[in-house]
């Protein structure tokens, strides 16, 4: 029973490093969308997802994001469409056929892998606030300077960094 328990504890190791190096979790927990107990979430996630691959017998991949999906929308508010999660899924079941095969040695190498990657977490930052003015600049220049019907030739299009093209009037 002992080298159950302990093989046991090494899926759920497994099942953290997945986790833990999932940058969509990452994003959550570091900007506080779980709230203020975002990180007990993300521990409490481990164990829940761990349980659900006990608990169910021959899942398929659907079935594990469609259970992230709604854990993530649940717990964080967050919906994820940014591809990962059939990649997460994938090594999620890795993991689990590796630990039903009693692949034990292999699946310490995968963890150790995974926890390499740990150190490369994803981060976010904030774009600069704008004031009111310099949001107001930027209207008044994409406003008409005149409203009498006249023609005239406009420069070409530029693109700006943000993605906008601006058509500037000739003066």
Same mark, same amino acid.
């Given at each position: 029973?002992?080298?159950?328990?302990?093989?046991?504890?090494? @899926?759920?190791?497994?099942?953290? =490093?997945?986790?833990?190096? +999932?940058?969509?979790?990452?994003?959550?927990? #570091?900007?506080? @969308?779980?709230?203020? %107990?975002?990180?007990?979430?993300?521990? +409490?996630?481990?164990?829940?997802?761990?349980? %659900? @691959?006990? #608990?169910?017998?021959?899942?398929?991949?659907?079935?594990?994001?469609?259970?992230? =999906?709604?854990?993530?929308?649940?717990?964080?508010?967050?919906?994820? #469409? #940014?591809?990962?999660?059939?990649?997460?899924?994938?090594?999620?079941?890795?993991?689990? !056929?590796? +630990?039903? /095969?009693?692949?034990? /040695?292999?699946?310490?190498?995968?963890?150790?892998?995974?926890?390499?990657? *740990?150190? /490369?977490?994803?981060?976010?930052?904030?774009?600069?606030?704008? !004031?009111?003015?310099?949001?107001?600049?930027?209207?008044?220049?994409?406003?008409?300077? !005149?409203?009498?019907?006249?023609?005239?030739?406009?420069?070409?299009?530029?693109?700006?960094?943000?993605? +906008?093209?601006?058509?500037? *009037? *000739?003066?």
């Amino acid at each position: 029973m002992a080298a159950s328990a302990a093989s046991r504890e090494l @899926f759920t190791e497994g099942v953290r =490093a997945v986790l833990q190096t +999932w940058p969509v979790l990452q994003i959550a927990v #570091d900007n506080g @969308f779980g709230g203020v %107990y975002g990180q007990q979430k993300a521990d +409490w996630m481990v164990d829940v997802v761990q349980q %659900y @691959f006990h #608990d169910n017998a021959d899942l398929q991949q659907c079935e594990v994001e469609d259970f992230i =999906a709604e854990l993530m929308d649940q717990e964080f508010d967050t919906v994820v #469409d #940014d591809g990962s999660l059939p990649q997460v899924s994938e090594s999620l079941l890795q993991v689990f !056929s590796q +630990w039903q /095969q009693g692949a034990l /040695q292999q699946l310490q190498h995968t963890i150790n892998t995974l926890t390499q990657k *740990k150190s /490369q977490r994803a981060k976010v930052t904030a774009l600069p606030a704008q !004031s009111d003015e310099e949001r107001d600049d930027e209207t008044q220049v994409m406003e008409c300077e !005149s409203s009498s019907p006249s023609v005239s030739r406009t420069d070409a299009p530029q693109d700006e960094e943000d993605g +906008w093209t601006v058509v500037r *009037k *000739k003066k």
